[in-house]
């Protein structure tokens, strides 16, 4: 089999997962400035087998889409261009970050872990990827 990777997309950073080849759990990868997003993405394919990508679908809690979607968007048409044979799947994110830090704050992690924004992201990443796991395998059953 081959992974899915997860992205937590972010003005600044991008937080990413992965999955075992087998696609049983999600892993935190990394966080990269998104400037260097798809390069990143490239040489990490280069390297591991991924057939599909998960990327955050930021919304309000009302349902209607965070200001960053439009960033989102256009780095999805890249994307597609760089690497169309890559099935891509949105799932919403929203609460994700929250949960993250929370996770980290009740972790007993220190003080300089708890403000460290890459880690969200990261975990954030984790989170919308073992959550799209859990449904995709959910409606498989």
């Known amino acids: 089999m081959s992974q899915v990777l997860a992205l937590d997309y972010g003005g600044k950073r991008t937080g990413i997962a992965h999955t075992d080849d087998l696609q049983m759990m999600a892993f935190g990868l990394t966080a990269v400035d998104t400037y260097n997003l798809l390069d990143f993405l490239k040489k990490y394919f280069k390297e591991n087998t991924v057939e599909e990508i998960v990327i955050g679908e930021p919304k309000r809690l009302h349902g ?5 979607e439009t960033e989102i968007l256009a780095f999805i048409e890249k994307f597609k261009k760089e690497f169309p044979k890559i099935i891509i799947h949105r799932y919403d994110e929203r609460f994700t ?11 007993g992690a220190s003080k300089k872990k708890k403000h460290d924004k890459k880690l969200v992201d990261q975990l954030s990443a984790t989170i919308i990827l073992q959550d799209f796991l859990k449904n995709r395998d959910f409606k498989n059953f």
């Open 97 to 107: 970050s929250k949960m993250a830090y929370n996770f980290i704050a009740s972790s």
């Open 64 to 68: 209607e889409a965070s200001e960053i």
